[in-house]
């Protein structure tokens, strides 16, 4: 097993074997692909819920109580989003994506849509997206773009016309996941012939049973800085950053 920042050696090796004989993929990709780019995550002991808020920011019932709480919460969190860019390992998976014999589905937990402006043209946003927001009151569906500043200072942006709380389209705690999003991922995942774990602890659910949804006799492979329970059933588990391993696979 590869020791974190090390990129060499057989474990590797095989990793691109695997990828060069596999033409199906399916990805799962958490926030540890985005933090290379600037976003923090979650979980961490430098995470979101370590240093800005605890968990319970996200949760639905709160929300509706005082939206306000969640988006001065959410200002510096927006901010590391707008200013983020795609890093090498969101582009060495659009370049996987474009290649002729591969067919590539990225399932992801991230909110931050790296993937699509890295050039990743199937992708199920698992967990929603900040790219449009939607209306509590008439429920009309808007770009987040529209509220940039309100979403910047750190106050409740409203719906121009009705003047209802806009809500990002983001899964809460208290919300089920993009029914047509899980089945699309699920389905890719059940007929792969290779899934990749990128960035990600496998500690969410339910997006983190989607590698155990894999068909037998396909091909497992994980790249993670630290464990995670699937690691005992991959083939190839590299503790490394995935900037540092995609481009090396492409």
Do not use: W
Not at 75 to 89: D, E, K
Not at 147 to 157: H, K, M, N, W, Y
Request: aromatic content about 4%; overall charge neutral.
């Amino acid at each position: 097993m590869m020791e974190q920042g090390d990129v060499a050696g057989a474990p590797l090796a095989r990793l691109r074997e695997m990828v060069r004989g596999a033409r199906r993929i399916a990805v799962l990709s958490g926030a540890g692909m985005s933090t290379e780019s600037g976003i923090p995550d979650f979980r961490s002991p430098t995470g979101v819920y370590r240093t800005l808020c605890s968990e319970e920011v996200f949760d639905l019932g709160a929300f509706r109580r005082d939206p306000s709480q969640f988006y001065r919460v959410m200002a510096p969190l927006y901010a590391a989003m707008a200013r983020a860019r795609p890093n090498a390992g969101h582009e060495a998976l659009a370049r996987l994506e474009a290649l002729p014999d591969k067919e590539v589905c990225v399932a992801t937990q991230n909110i931050d849509g790296l993937h699509q402006a890295a050039g990743s043209r199937n992708v199920r946003e698992l967990h929603g997206g900040l790219s449009t927001m939607t209306c509590q009151r008439c429920g009309r569906r808007l770009p987040a773009e529209d509220f940039r500043e309100s979403l910047l200072a750190g106050t409740v942006p409203l719906h121009p016309g009705c003047g209802g709380v806009m809500k990002p389209d983001i899964v809460f705690f208290g919300e089920s996941l993009p029914e047509m999003a899980l089945d699309a991922a699920m389905a890719a995942f059940m007929r792969a012939d290779l899934v990749l774990v990128l960035g990600t602890g496998l500690a969410v659910y339910p997006a983190a049973l989607l590698p155990q949804r894999r068909r037998r006799g396909s091909d497992l492979a994980i790249v993670n800085l630290t464990g995670t329970p699937l690691d005992d059933q991959a083939q190839v588990v590299l503790h490394a950053r995935t900037g540092e391993v995609l481009p090396l696979l492409v």
